[in-house]
């Protein structure tokens, strides 16, 4: 097997998938490792943009909450949560928003609200929180999700935060002004949309994934790029960037 | 001008059964005292509004102070469910719980619109969502300039907010620096307010990021050292990330919760830490 | 992420003729020099925002760059008129000046509604004026909730926003503070924006009251030590009061007002105080 | 003649309209020396809010702008522009308001626009700035203007600043929630409004001043009270505070 959890490889792809100079919405979890991981190797002037208010964020170890006061103590600017919405995330100035998901489905519609009928969940879910308007806003999003035919399903039990929609066009009708979805990072590889129909197909692989894995673990009957990328392992200074960041006691 | 008064004194005179009370605090500087103190006097049938219920509204859920919950995030940050408010959603249990529900920026913008004055809000936000079909106070708006479809999402002025901050002076004015979220909405929004503080100084000097609520927009202030515990008030108290860990089997299961209740709240005083 | 440049440079990158052109500085901050600069390399046709003309518009307009001016108060503080304002509406000297005129709360949430990136703000007011009936900007808008009438305005978004601040660090993170008035609005509505600063510093430190822009919002930073005279930058300069005094006579006469425009501004160069 | 001026009077008739703890939303000029005189004499807890965003400034010297670094200096918060309007006079938070007036109805309606027509004034005034908003939104409005048919005017050329519009009713309909001007102080005495009518009516006047000398100097057919109070001169005490702030040098 491989000396590297499934987690840490998506978190390496996530981070890959930012470039130096970007701003990114970032959440708690594989999104805030991925973000830092990136921070602290190839984009040394990411700007992470926390929901809590804080603007470039530089924290030297990995926050548990998304207001931890290390956050707010190595920011550029701490501002209100209603300004965080509305002056920085609503026009598009962020480029990159991290979502994670409960449920997807091929067109990137997100659940995070309800597993069953809304007026009476079998789950119900902690709800939308930010997630709606960065799906909307941002310029892209990156979701990062395992893959499983519990969450990959046909079609969510409630949209919380809108892909594609019922797909090509949608986005556009729904007055959405961010390009939605570029990239599902799963513990498989990953899905990118389909130029035309916005569907995800499974476009590039973890070493050693096979395609027969990739439709097991998904609830529609995903398309698979002819010949898939395989994506390069984590390299060892990812691996250890990665590990410091993790390894240190949360932030407080 | 805000009147200097024990946090349960505060509470007696601010909460009334049947309120909207707006607890606020973005991971940060959450009223955790104050919310066991409306647990300890035993208020009911509240409107309780918050945008992440964190463990706090879990507690005050579980106790069975609320009736409603309008919030837009519900879970316990970095560890998982919060299963009182599960526990009512899904069972009913202690009582059923009506939600309204929104999203962060939807919430946030109903706070700032409660504190201008307006009835709603103006956002890009919701469209193609579920959440518009199950709330009631999300609706379409058109520019009259443009033309363009927007939501419009109503104001909350709650009936009461409750905060805590680092520093209030002898006159009342409170000071809270860090991220200090919704808090100037929440308190400008409501009609009376509640504000425990870590400390109350002569005189409050200036402060990096700090946002001042004058006196006469404070209706009381309770000196509540620790009171955001396990959340914290920065320059003076950790976060206790260990507890939001720890809050997850005690609130699995009903009869761990009701212990934590008796020994945590009912048998203790207002204002110790839990 | 900001260029550090000559004002020069930055005004003949940033600023087109026909431009909208917000310089904002509420009393405090004013970016004079900018303004200068702007006269300096007769930029014509622009549409002027600013909700206080005050002298620097009084400038631009006596210098002939302006087509229209869009504000919310035009006089002298504490002085009196704006003699060239005044010249070009009374009498279209130099040139007819077209001009689109709210009230100080509508402007500033045109601002803000441009910083939102939203086609429109709502308030209560407007109603009753006349300036509703002079103004295509202001329209009724009835909320979805309530049915209340209340007045919308359309959301602004200059080509330019331009503004002077005490600090720039070597990244071109901009901090000012003091009264700070709509500026973070005004660069956050703009496509493009210019800082002058007085100060170009290795690191920001926090400071109380202190608004940051992060460097990937601005265009340009220039260094222009006192570049809001005759207003001031808090802990640097003082506001020339006497300068204001003075201005009324210079602008209250064509001819005088010609000579200091070839004397102050077009015989110096960018960046020399006025 | 006596020993103040008509100025001085002014000031110190809108000085004792405020009582202690008021907050108080305050323009340069009149007003600003009217509410700092209240302040340091008999009203130490009055709040002075200041429309470039400063709550609470106690400048120790009157300022000359209204953007004075002594007010941010002084203030118990300094908030933005969008913000002092939004969050502190709309909602209904403030007491009381002044405004001045270049014109001014027998409704308290008040115009800072234009004299003559919009499109071709013979003479262009500043405008608007915060007054509209004080005017419909402060719990109530104090105007302060000096007395003379230039002035006091049967229809203002341009309503700029709403006071009771058509007259009784006119504010409600309008949707406006401050109760208006509840005083209009002038260099004759005070005028206000009639409870039936809203038409503004001579109730008080200051030591020597004649019934002839009010309707020479009211553009309309201005209703004087039968038994007009007579309002008492400033003190030594009051002139001697007021002149105090006023000879200090302008603060910077």
Redesign the interface.
Known sequence: MSDYTADEMMTVAAARALTDGMTCFVGIGLPSAAANLARTTHAPNLVLVYESGTIGAKPGRLPLSIGDGILAQTADAVISVPEIFNYWLQPGRIDVGFLGAAQIDKYGNINTTVVGDYGHPSVRLPGAGGAPEIAASCKEVIVIVRQNRRTFVEKVDFVTSVGYGAGHGDRERLGLRGRGPRQVITDLGVLTPDPRTCEFTMTALFPGVAAGTVRERTGWDVAIAAAPQVLPPPSAAELAALRTLTASPPAR | ?AQIVSLAEAVSRAVRDGDTVAMEG???LIPFAAGHEVIRQRRRELTLMR??PDLIYDQLIGAGCARKLI?????N??VG??HR??DA??HGWPAPLEIE?????GM??R??AG?????????????????VT?TE?I???T????G???T?V?AVNPDVAIIHAQRADRAG?VQLW?????Q??AV?SARRSIVTVEEIVASLD?????????S??VSYVAHVPDGAHPS?A?DYT??D?DY?VAWDAIARDRETFGRWLDEQIYEVSAGSPA
């Open positions: 001008m973005f991971t940060h945008m992440t919030f837009s995030w519900g879970g940050p970095g469910s919060l408010f599960r959603v899904e529900e929104h999203s962060h920026a946030a913008n706070y700032a504190a201008a004055g307006l009835p709603f809000a103006v956002l890009r936000g919701y469209n193609g969502t579920g959440l199950q106070s609706k379409q708006i520019c009259p300039f443009t363009e479809q927007l419009a109503s004015n860090g991220i200090t979220g919704v100037k909405e400008l200036p402060r990096p990021n700090a946002v001042v609520l004058p006469w927009t914290y920065l950790v976060r990330n939001y």
